[in-house]
Each structure stands twice: as structure tokens, then as C-alpha cells.
């Protein structure tokens, strides 16, 4: 794959989940955190761990990407991909690990 499109997705991928983030927190803003369940809370708060983790691993790998491209490689054997989901409570976690 070509270093470009490479460094095109990373972006694409990172802002999409900067823009998650910004609209998760208007969202928890405005919720009653009292009708959640504990568990519910819970994975709340682990979720904004993990995205805030995936965020800064999409910076890493976007600087890493440029270093590269500075360094004239022209291509790498794939793109790393950064999503909200799935998470290890969500339906699609137990169908990906099965």
C-alpha cells in the first residue's frame, strides 16, 4: 500500500474517533448517571480509556507514518485501522473472538 493513502486513512481514522469522543461527551454530559447500572457506568468508564488509548496510538502510528515518508519509503504492507468498536462487552467482540 502507498505510504499516502496509508497516512490518508490514519487521519481519516483518528479524526473520526476525535469527533466520537467530542460527541460521547456531550452525550454523558446530559445523562442521568444515576438510572445506570453499576456495570453500565463501569464500561462507560472503560470505554473512555480505551478510545482515549486508541487516540493516542492513531497519533503514534500518524507520526511514525510521516517519519517514514521523510525517510522516502514509498509503501508499507498495509494500514493500521482505529475504530470505537467493537469493545469486549459488545456483541461483536464475542462474534470476532469466536
Known amino acids: ?9 490514519a487521519l481519516t481514522d483518528v479524526a473520526r474517533l476525535e469527533r466520537f469522543v467530542s460527541r460521547r461527551e ?3 454530559e446530559a ?13 462507560s468508564s472503560m470505554l473512555d480509556g480505551l ?3 486508541d487516540i493516542n496510538d492513531g497519533h503514534a502510528y500518524i507520526c511514525w507514518l510521516q517519519e517514514r515518508a521523510a ?3 514509498t509503501t508499507v504492507p498495509g494500514v493500521l485501522r482505529f475504530a470505537p468498536h467493537p469493545r ?5 467482540w464475542i462474534t470476532l473472538a469466536a
Open 51 to 53: 478510545l482515549e488509548e
Open 88 to 92: 469486549p462487552w459488545h456483541a461483536e
Open 26 to 28: 456531550r452525550f454523558l
Open 71 to 73: 525517510e522516502d519509503v
Open 31 to 43: 445523562l442521568d448517571w444515576s438510572l445506570l447500572t453499576e456495570e453500565q457506568a463501569r464500561e
Open 1 to 9: 500500500m502507498d505510504i499516502c493513502d496509508a497516512l490518508s486513512v
